[in-house]
Every structure is written in C-alpha cells, then in structure tokens.
C-alpha cells in the first residue's frame, strides 16, 4: 500500500536525515513524497543538509559553504556515510517518488543556487517529480523567472490568506504550514485557489488525527512508521 504522505528530511527518526540510506528507508516504507534540504558547497554544487553548517550531522565542523565537494565527502554521516549530492538523491528517487527540494538559501547567502539546482533539475530529468520550496520567498520568486516548468511551493509558519493572490501571481502550487494553524476555513481557502496545502509535523496522533480530517491535505512526517500505522488504520 502506498502512504500518502511526506518524508521528512528521509527517515531521520532511524537513519541519519538528508542521506540516502534515509531515503531508500522512506521508499521501502511506500511513501509518495520526499522531503530534502539543498546548500551550496564552496565549489557550487548543491548538497543535502538541513542545517548551514556541518557541525550537528558530521563528524566535522563548519558552514556548509567553506568546503568544496570533495572535502565535504571525508566527513562522516552517521557511521559511515557521507553528505550526498541532490544529484545523487535525485537519480535514487526517479521514477519513484515526488521530490519536495527545499532551498535553504538566508537572503545572498548562495549566490547561484537557484540557477545551479534548475540545471540539475534538467539534467537527470526529473522536472516533472520535483517541486521546489522554501521559507525564503524572494529564493523562489527567482526560480520561476528562471523557469516557467518548475513547480514551486511556499513555506510558512502559520495561515495568512494574504499570501494567495502573490501565489497566484508567481504560480506556485504548494503551500506549506504548521499543523496548529490548520483549520477548516484555510483548508477551503486553498482548496478554491487549486493550492495543494502541506503540514508539519505530523508525528503525534493527535496531529494525525487533525489533519486527517481533510483529504487533499498532505502530511509531513519525521516517525514514518508511526504515521504508516495510523495511515493504514484509517484509510486502508
């Protein structure tokens, strides 16, 4: 059975988040949609990492940005693994899953990273399963004057229906918010306006249990099992 649902970051509750074996953990688990976090290395190639720097998931310290490529792969993740490539992530995940790639740009903080990912978009050929988002609105109004193909998304902390029309205006579909802030009115809110609604987090029953209530609402979770189990209850 397929899980309708969002992998955060993987499966960070098992695996190291943003690695691949947290991923293919998330595919085997039958989940629709994956969740990942791209930066810019030092030598402009995008990497998977929630965090600017390398200090919480590595073995290693520093920003993201002051290592080329080639030295951010002789650090550890985990036991054994090293940072990967959202190139590498990408090609794991064609033809399998939805990718949700969020860009973790803070204002110039990656000069060229829009231009860099829409390239490996098109390389590995997966403009029709990726949608890009981020809590940096400006990052994806420059995504979509770099292409009119890419689907987009918008990440938020709470419900404001002022950000409708300006989705509308930069045709971005997906919009994303904490659980708290869902309610009945915003869910038809966006329903109206053909915005595909994503929540965060849902890992406790009682998040399950309030964004269940709304079909077309898709749910972002960090414990996949946990949310697999309360899936199947409900809807199998």
């Given at each position: 059975?397929?899980?309708r649902?969002?992998?955060h970051?993987?499966?960070?509750?098992?695996?190291?988040e943003n690695?691949?074996?947290?991923?293919?953990?998330a595919y085997?688990?039958?989940?629709t949609?994956?969740?990942?976090d791209?930066h810019l290395?030092?030598?402009?190639?995008?990497?998977?990492?929630h965090?600017?720097?390398?200090?919480?998931?590595?073995?290693?310290?520093?920003?993201?940005k002051d290592?080329?490529l080639?030295e951010?792969?002789q650090?550890?993740?985990?036991r054994?693994?090293?940072?990967?490539?959202?190139?590498?992530?990408?090609?794991?995940?064609k033809d399998?899953?939805?990718?949700?790639?969020?860009?973790k740009?803070y204002g110039e903080?990656?000069?060229g990273?829009e231009?860099?990912?829409?390239?490996?978009?098109?390389?590995?050929?997966?403009?029709?399963?990726?949608?890009?988002?981020?809590f940096?609105?400006?990052?994806?109004v420059?995504?979509?004057?770099l292409?009119d193909e890419?689907?987009?998304?918008?990440?938020q902390?709470?419900a404001?229906?002022?950000?409708v029309?300006?989705?509308?205006?930069i045709?971005a579909?997906?919009?994303?918010l904490?659980?708290e802030?869902?309610?009945?009115?915003?869910?038809k809110l966006?329903?109206r306006?053909?915005?595909?609604?994503m929540v965060?987090?849902v890992?406790?029953?009682?998040?399950?249990?309030?964004?269940?209530?709304?079909?077309?609402?898709l749910?972002?979770?960090?414990d996949?099992?946990?949310?697999?189990?309360m899936y199947?209850?409900?809807?199998?």
């Open positions: 059975m397929k899980i649902g969002v992998a970051r993987g499966y960070p509750l098992r695996y190291p690695t691949l074996s947290s991923y293919k953990a085997d688990l039958g989940f949609h994956l969740e990942l791209v290395s030092k030598d402009g190639v995008p990497v998977l990492m965090d600017p720097t390398i200090d919480r998931m590595t073995d290693g310290q520093g920003w993201v290592y080329t080639e951010l792969r650090f550890r993740v985990g054994d693994e090293t940072i990967p490539t959202l190139e590498e992530a990408l090609l794991f995940a399998k899953m939805t990718v949700n790639v969020e860009l740009q903080l990656y000069p990273l231009e860099t990912v829409l390239e490996i978009l098109k390389k590995t050929d997966m403009l029709d399963q990726v949608y890009i988002s981020s940096d609105h400006y990052s994806i420059k995504m979509r004057k292409s890419v689907e987009l998304g918008l990440i902390w709470g404001t229906p002022a950000v029309p300006f989705m509308e205006e045709r579909r997906y919009l994303s904490r659980t802030y869902l309610t009945d009115e915003y869910v966006c329903e306006s053909g915005i595909q609604l965060w987090p890992n406790l029953k009682w998040q399950f249990d309030k964004a269940a209530r709304y079909p077309s609402v749910c972002v979770t960090d996949l099992e946990g949310f697999k189990e199947q209850e409900r809807f199998q």
